[in-house]
Structure formats: structure tokens, C-alpha cells
């Protein structure tokens, strides 16, 4: 990648190209059935063969524990948000922004724990995937001088603009292909040349999605929505991944539909046996506030019924709401407070009125 940002041919990469290289038995050694998640867009490189994210034969996701305490943090955090005796209607309503969680995995001849996690691409056909990264700044309150100082110097924008492109996949109609940037190409954009840096996610060679655009910011809203009701939590190093639909065609919802993930503790480390080990992180759920009147377990009609005020519209003129995705991912910075976390909501806001710009244009 030049040093302006502009795509090198060597970004662009065909379909048949991409599958092929992740497909090949020789090149990459699978564990337990498990190969290299081949829409992985951002993030460490790590676990086995050093190849980041692994796929499970079921249709799960597997991250690698990161070395303590950011990795034992991050499984803290998705076991309390999912735990079944969790009453916090904070938490349970954080969960529908997060990929699902079913406990920890663990391959029959390593001593590796992965956690396991819902792919939320897996019901597009051509999945356009981005990682943001959101928050004034991205090293946690505990972080060493050198270590402040060394993340401030890869981005020194970002407690401007208060968000930062980690990457990002963005299929081409008309070449059935994928053009991909990585974080460099995030580092690169300046105020002057967000907006259309950013656009280049929502555009297929062709066109601007703003289909996507919009449904999009609908999301994207309802999780700036849930941090203006909390004071609990801080985010710090934690990522929006955003997903659309890139195919013309329609999504099959049924065929692109996962394996039960629940059968895929039969391979590698049973879950009761892995998560075992967060009995040693914590003797209470440090998250979980109780909140009177949520025992029940039901949680999130509030935010189903605002959704739909706001994406009303949108689905009536451009399709419904399964076309695109939201998630927050990466966990391994989170720690708890008493107050709000400005620092997440000023990226959140940054990043909506970016979109919003977009969609004026």
C-alpha cells in the first residue's frame, strides 16, 4: 500500500484465489478439523500455525486466549455478560451486541484455550466486513508510559476523531472480487479524507450501498443507546465489526444457517472442563448488577421497539435489517466504573455522524 493510501494490485484478490489458498491441506495444518477463518479482516495473528481466528467444523469462530490478564479478562468478560444467573438488565441487554459466546475450546493434543464464538458472517453470501476501532484512545487506564506513548504515535488523530479503521473487505460486483485494506490504509486518513476513506467500505465498484449506510447507523445507534444507559463498564481497545450483504443476490437464511454450536464440545476440551478455569478469575460476577423486576430472563423489548421507530423507514426503502450486522468484539480491555464511558460514546458519535455524512452526499 502506498504511503497515501491507495490500493495496491496486490490488495485485490479474487474469490477462487482466496478460497483456494484456505482451502489447501498441505499449506496450513488443521487441528481437530478446524482451518484458518478466512474473512478475518483485523486483529492479532496468533493459536495455531500462527494463523489468527480458526473456524470450527460446527461454524463457530475460535480466538486464542491472549497471555494474562488481557486474555483471562476478555473470558471474564463474556462469561458474566452470558452467564445463565446473570440479572442484570444492563448486561442482558448488552448481549444482542455481541457475537454469541459458548464457553471456551480446547484441541485434543494442545493445552491452548480458545474462546468460542458465533461467526456473524456466516449468513451472508459475500460478506463485506470492517473493524473499527472505537474510543478516544486506545490504551486502557493502566497501560505503562511507553505503552501510551507507542499507541498514541500509530494513530495521534485518534482522540480527535475518536475512532480508527483496522481493516476492512469490500466485495467488487464487477469482478467478483474482494478489495481489502489493512490498518496502515486506517492510519493514513486524515480529517479531510475520513469521510471518503471510510465510504469505500460501502462501495461494490459500482455504487454506494447506501442501503447498507443506513442500516447500519440504525445499529449503530441502538449501541450508543445501551452506553447512555450505563455507568458500569469502560471499553478501552474494543472494536465495532460492521457486516453487509455484498451479493446481489438474496440471502438464504436457511442454508447460511450455523450447526448447532452445542455439538461442537464433542472435539477438543469439553466446555464444563475449560471454563473450570474462570473459577480462579473470580468468586462473585463482578459485572452483574441486580436490577429489580428482570428475573424473569426476558430482556431487550425496550430496545427491539426503539430499533424499530428508528429503522422503520429504512426497511421500507431498502430491505430488511439481516442485510447488515453490528457486533462489538474485543474484550480484553474492559474494566469496571461508576460512570459513563465518554470515551467509547464520543467514537460512537464520531463514527455515526461520518455515516451520516455519507448518506447525505
Wanted: hydrophobic share 30%; with cysteine; charged share 25%.
Amino acid at each position: 500500500m502506498s504511503a497515501d493510501g491507495q490500493i495496491m494490485d496486490s490488495s485485490s484478490r479474487t474469490l477462487e484465489k482466496l478460497e483456494n489458498k484456505n482451502n489447501k491441506n498441505g499449506s496450513v495444518k488443521q487441528v481437530d478439523g478446524c482451518v484458518p477463518f478466512s474473512h478475518q479482516v483485523a486483529g492479532h495473528k496468533c493459536g495455531i500455525n500462527n494463523t489468527g481466528v480458526l473456524q470450527h467444523p460446527d461454524g463457530t469462530i475460535l480466538k486464542q486466549l491472549q497471555a494474562p490478564p488481557r486474555g483471562p479478562r476478555e473470558m471474564n468478560f463474556y462469561t458474566q455478560v452470558f452467564a445463565k444467573d446473570c440479572t442484570d438488565k444492563r448486561l442482558l441487554d448488552l448481549q444482542q451486541h455481541l457475537p454469541k459466546f459458548y464457553g471456551t475450546w480446547m484441541p485434543r493434543e494442545s493445552h491452548e484455550l480458545y474462546l468460542k464464538l458465533e461467526d456473524v458472517t456466516r449468513r451472508f453470501l459475500r460478506p463485506c466486513i470492517m473493524d473499527v476501532k472505537i474510543g478516544r484512545r486506545s490504551y486502557d487506564p493502566f497501560a505503562s508510559k511507553e505503552k501510551r506513548e507507542e499507541q498514541i504515535s500509530k494513530y495521534p488523530l485518534m482522540e480527535e476523531i475518536g475512532f480508527l479503521l483496522l481493516g476492512m473487505r469490500v466485495y467488487q460486483i464487477h469482478s467478483d472480487s474482494y478489495i481489502t485494506h489493512d490498518q496502515f490504509y486506517g492510519r493514513s486518513l486524515r480529517k479531510d479524507t475520513l469521510k471518503n476513506g471510510l465510504s469505500r467500505f460501502f462501495h461494490n465498484g459500482q455504487e454506494l450501498q447506501r442501503h447498507a449506510v443506513s442500516l447500519i447507523i440504525s445499529k449503530v445507534r441502538r449501541i450508543l443507546r445501551w452506553f447512555e444507559s450505563q455507568t458500569q463498564l469502560h471499553f478501552y481497545a474494543s472494536s465495532l465489526l460492521l457486516v453487509y450483504e455484498g451479493s446481489p443476490h438474496t440471502i438464504n437464511t436457511s442454508k447460511h444457517k450455523p450447526a448447532d454450536p452445542a455439538t461442537g464440545h464433542q472435539q477438543g476440551e469439553p466446555q464444563s472442563k475449560a471454563l473450570s478455569f474462570q473459577s480462579s478469575l473470580t468468586h462473585s460476577h463482578p459485572y452483574c448488577h441486580n436490577i429489580e423486576g428482570n428475573t424473569n430472563g426476558k430482556h431487550g423489548a425496550s430496545e427491539e421497539k426503539k430499533a424499530k421507530e428508528i429503522g422503520m423507514g429504512d426497511k421500507k426503502q431498502f430491505g430488511q435489517e439481516e442485510a447488515v450486522e453490528v457486533k462489538m468484539i474485543d474484550f480484553a480491555h474492559v474494566f469496571q466504573s461508576d460512570s459513563p464511558d465518554e470515551s467509547y460514546m464520543y467514537g460512537l458519535r464520531n463514527l455515526l455522524s461520518t455515516l451520516e455524512q455519507i448518506l447525505k452526499d
